[in-house]
Every structure is written in structure tokens, then in C-alpha cells.
């Protein structure tokens, strides 16, 4: 099992910048896709981004332009640069890995998660 730890939640206000921080215990670059979930109360998690084994990045439409993935193999983590936050992306951020294509969602390694909070 993959062991995941977050770090960088926080409060920011509307338009400001956060980085978040995955420390990953294998080569993020070995698993078929690494990268971010978000989840708020009542809500499932959905996907924020994602980066793959090659080095694709993929977004949420909702963050496209605002947020970037970036991956360190040599470090062992995956961040998640976030500018121009909104109060919209309030949620508990979790940090996943999908170790090969066949993975089912039911079997990412998911990170404990950490809080990000828009707001004035």
C-alpha cells in the first residue's frame, strides 16, 4: 500500500494561493496516475488533477487555468499550486495514488487530507 501525507491546508482569502504538498512513499512517477481529489459535506470527492505515468496533466474544468499539478520523483511528492482561489474551492483536498490502469477507484491510496479555506 501506498502511504500518502499531505500538507499545506489552510485559510487564504478570495484571489489568493496555496500550495499543497503530497510526501508519497514510492516514485509517484511508478504509479499510473497521481495527483488530487477534493470532497465538501454531503458531496462525493471529485477529481481535481491528476497527473499520469508519462507525465500527462489533467484538470477539472472548475480549476483549468488557476491550478498546476507538478511532480517530483526524486523527492517522492506531487503539489498542487492553487492561485486565484475562490470560496467555491472550500474542501478537504486528498491526495491520491492509482498504481496501474487497472486499479478501480475502490482501490486508490488515498492520504489522510487537508483542509483549504476561501474566505474573507
Known amino acids: 500500500q501506498v502511504q500518502l501525507v499531505e500538507s499545506g491546508g489552510g485559510l487564504v482569502q478570495p484571489g489568493g494561493s496555496l500550495t499543497l504538498s503530497c510526501s508519497v512513499s514510492e516514485n509517484p512517477g511508478d504509479m499510473y496516475a497521481t495527483g488530487w481529489y477534493r470532497q465538501t459535506p454531503g458531496n462525493e470527492r471529485e477529481l481535481v488533477a491528476a497527473?499520469?505515468?508519462?507525465?500527462?496533466?489533467n484538470y477539472a474544468n472548475s480549476v483549468k487555468g488557476r491550478f498546476t499539478i507538478d511532480r517530483d520523483n526524486a523527492e517522492k511528492t506531487v503539489s498542487l499550486q492553487m492561485n486565484s482561489l475562490r470560496p467555491e474551492d472550500t474542501a478537504v483536498y486528498y491526495c491520491?495514488?492509482?498504481?496501474?490502469?487497472?486499479?478501480?477507484?475502490?482501490?486508490?491510496?488515498w492520504g489522510q487530507g487537508t483542509q483549504v479555506t476561501v474566505s474573507s
Open positions: 491520491f495514488a492509482r498504481r496501474e490502469f487497472m486499479t478501480s477507484f475502490n482501490e486508490y491510496d
Open positions: 497527473i499520469t505515468r508519462v507525465g500527462f496533466a
